[in-house]
Structures are given as C-alpha cells and as structure tokens.
C-alpha cells in the first residue's frame, strides 16, 4: 500500500527567508503526487502536481517541487517566504485503483512566518 | 467560475440527530470523494463515486451514508451522529482520478 511522509510537523520560518517542506513516498510503481496547502478553516487548494516528465515542477504563489525517485522525495520549495503562506501543507500520492484514483495524505506540516 | 460549492459551511446538531451534507460542482467531472478531517489531522477518504458507482472505504462507519442523485450533486448522510463525528467535513471532485478539486469544507459541531 501506498503511503506519504511528512517528517516535519512544524516549521516556522522568517518572512523572506526560503523555506523547504520535506515529502517522502512509498509506492510501488511511479507515483502520482501532489501539495496541497489549507489555511485554517479552509478546503485544500493545489499547489502544483507531478505526473511525469520533467522532475522540477512549477506551481502557484511561487512554489515548485522537485521529484526524486532515488529518494522517494517531492520536496516543497520556495526561495522567499509571504506571512500569507502560513498555512497547513500536505503532500499525497495517488494510487490507481482502477475506480476512481484515491490520496493518501501526508500527516501535514504547519507552517508559521514570522515577521 | 466553475467551481465545488458545500453547503452549509457550518452545521450543527444534536447528538443522535441525523445531519445531510451537501455538495454541488459546475466541473462536470465524474469522480466526486467525501472526506472527514479531525483536527490537526490530514483528511480521511469515507467514500467516493465514480460516475454513479458507490465506493465506500473498508473503515467507515455505517452510521455515515452517501448519494448522488446526479453528477453535480453529492449528499452525505450521518444517520446518529455521536461526539466522535464532530470534523471538517471535505467534497471534492475530479475527472477520472486525476487530481482532485476541493470545496470549503462543512464544519460539523455535534452537541
């Protein structure tokens, strides 16, 4: 079975500086995967996706991720923090169930700016 | 703007007393997913359909219950909600299982 591991669950980081979220897979064939980011009492908004391809992947508000597959990674990055980015991040990866592709979360890493 | 619309976006109930949650797209995709989300957790797949079939994961309870009485709309139904089912209640949709669109959430207060 799949799973997803966020191994930090809460970064805090100054307004400016760069920031690294940290995502480890486990999945048998090649892997589907995504960030989501939630603000508090919000839904969950994609960040950006990794299909195939090109292992540097580009999304919204400045974020891109990169895929490697010898470490079982998609790492989160951006080079210059927002205080709007505080927010709940998740990673996932989807399985392929044949009957409509379910995620499985990451237990989700809270991120705090600090001004 | 097309888009996943829950409604309410905060229901509360007593214990015991059933509860319908509600969920609408104007993305015409296939694929609609219910998910619980406790409190500093992530979110919980209950059930999901693909078109009109019913997939419930192994683990829900069967206190909770869904319909889809067409492709934008998708009801979840909590027959005795105890203490334990307070949560954010998430919709959300795809085409075919790729990635999946979320609503705002229903935050469900039991009493």
């Known amino acids: 079975a799949q799973s997803v591991t966020q191994p930090d669950i809460h970064i805090t980081v100054s307004e400016g500086a760069s920031l690294e979220l940290r995502c480890n897979y486990s999945?048998?064939?090649?892997?589907?995967l995504f960030w989501y980011v939630q603000s508090p009492g919000q839904g969950l908004q994609l960040l950006l996706k990794?299909?195939?391809?090109?292992?540097l992947v580009q999304g919204i508000k400045g974020f891109e991720a990169e895929f490697k597959r010898s470490q079982s990674s998609f790492n989160l990055r951006k080079p210059s923090v927002h205080w709007s980015d505080a927010a709940e991040y998740f990673c996932a990866v989807v399985a392929d169930t044949g009957g409509g592709n379910k995620l499985t979360f990451g237990t989700g890493t809270q991120l705090k700016v600090e001004l | 703007d097309a888009m996943v619309i829950q409604n309410p976006r905060y229901q509360v109930t007593q214990f015991g007393k059933p509860v319908t949650l509600s969920c609408s797209q104007t993305l015409n995709h296939n694929v609609m997913y219910w998910y619980q989300q406790k409190s500093s957790q992530a979110p919980k797949l209950l059930f999901h359909?693909?078109?009109?079939?019913?997939?419930n994961e192994a683990d829900t309870p069967d206190n909770f219950q869904s319909r889809r009485p067409n492709t934008s709309f998708c009801f979840l139904d909590i027959r005795s909600p105890g203490l334990g089912d307070a949560a954010m209640y998430l919709c959300?949709?795809?085409?075919?299982?790729?990635?999946?669109?979320f609503g705002p959430g229903t935050r469900l207060t039991v009493l």
């Open positions: 990794y299909f195939s391809g090109d292992t």
């Open positions: 999945y048998g064939a090649t892997p589907y």
């Open positions: 959300a949709t795809s085409i075919r299982g790729n990635e999946q669109f």
């Open positions: 359909y693909y078109d009109k079939d019913f997939n």
